[in-house]
């Protein structure tokens, strides 16, 4: 029997557009965070982040759709906080979807091929930093956190979805619904 490979070498091995719509799946779960920090400190423009998302998704339906990623990857760097000059957790789950955003730009742009895994892992991480800081789980019990599994499982279905011989628009119809479901971010938050 084969062993099935771990979560991030299956991300590894994504190519293409099937690496993209991943990514984009995962950010869909983690801009929520982003929105609510702007929100919670009135910084930037939350819009920045979902409006770049709303472009990716649709590039992802629409090959034909024209999208200038260098432009939005500049606006996506320059409206990202900087830990110094904020006191609060939620600068740091802000800062991992913008930094997943721009790895996913960089996807697109072909200038990273591993773009995906850094998605995959700021989302993970994002959800273990947030156990670790508001003393949910400890090192020892992170893992098991219902949180945790459950990221671990969505990542595990998105990856199921988008492998799959569906067809291209059922996927991504599909991709979208999981990463909507249960209505919380990556880490728990409620979505609009």
Same mark, same amino acid.
């Given at each position: 029997?084969?062993?099935?490979?771990?979560?991030?070498?299956?991300?590894?091995?994504?190519?293409?557009?099937?690496?993209?719509?991943?990514?984009?799946?995962?950010?869909?779960?983690?801009?929520?965070?982003?929105?609510?920090?702007?929100?919670?400190? +009135?910084?930037? *423009?939350?819009? #920045?982040?979902? &409006?770049? /998302?709303?472009?990716?998704?649709?590039?992802?339906?629409?090959?034909?759709?024209?999208?200038?990623?260098?432009?939005?990857?500049?606006?996506?760097?320059?409206?990202?906080?900087?830990?110094?000059?904020?006191?609060?957790?939620?600068?740091?789950?802000?800062?991992?979807?913008?930094?997943?955003?721009?790895?996913?730009?960089?996807?697109?742009?072909?200038?990273?091929?591993?773009?995906?895994?850094?998605?995959?892992?700021?989302?993970?991480?994002?959800?273990?930093?947030?156990?670790?800081?508001?003393? +949910?789980?400890? *090192?020892?019990? #992170?893992?098991? &956190?219902? /949180?945790?599994?459950?990221?671990?499982?969505?990542?595990?279905?998105?990856?199921?979805?988008?492998?799959?011989?569906?067809?291209?628009?059922?996927?991504?119809?599909?991709?979208?619904?999981?990463?909507?479901?249960?209505?919380?971010?990556?880490?728990?938050?409620?979505?609009?």
């Amino acid at each position: 029997m084969k062993k099935k490979l771990s979560t991030f070498a299956q991300v590894r091995a994504l190519e293409g557009r099937n690496a993209i719509a991943f990514s984009v799946a995962l950010l869909d779960r983690m801009v929520p965070n982003y929105q609510l920090f702007c929100e919670v400190t +009135e910084y930037g *423009d939350p819009s #920045v982040l979902t &409006h770049c /998302l709303s472009l990716m998704w649709e590039v992802l339906g629409n090959p034909k759709s024209k999208v200038n990623f260098a432009t939005q990857l500049e606006k996506v760097e320059e409206a990202t906080p900087d830990t110094s000059d904020f006191d609060t957790y939620g600068v740091y789950p802000a800062i991992d979807a913008a930094i997943a955003m721009s790895a996913t730009i960089n996807l697109i742009l072909k200038d990273d091929p591993q773009g995906a895994v850094v998605v995959s892992k700021l989302s993970q991480g994002s959800v273990e930093a947030y156990l670790l800081a508001t003393d +949910e789980a400890t *090192d020892e019990t #992170v893992k098991s &956190h219902p /949180l945790m599994e459950f990221e671990i499982a969505i990542q595990q279905e998105l990856l199921d979805t988008v492998q799959s011989d569906k067809p291209w628009l059922e996927k991504l119809k599909l991709l979208k619904d999981i990463a909507a479901s249960e209505g919380i971010s990556n880490i728990g938050i409620a979505r609009d």
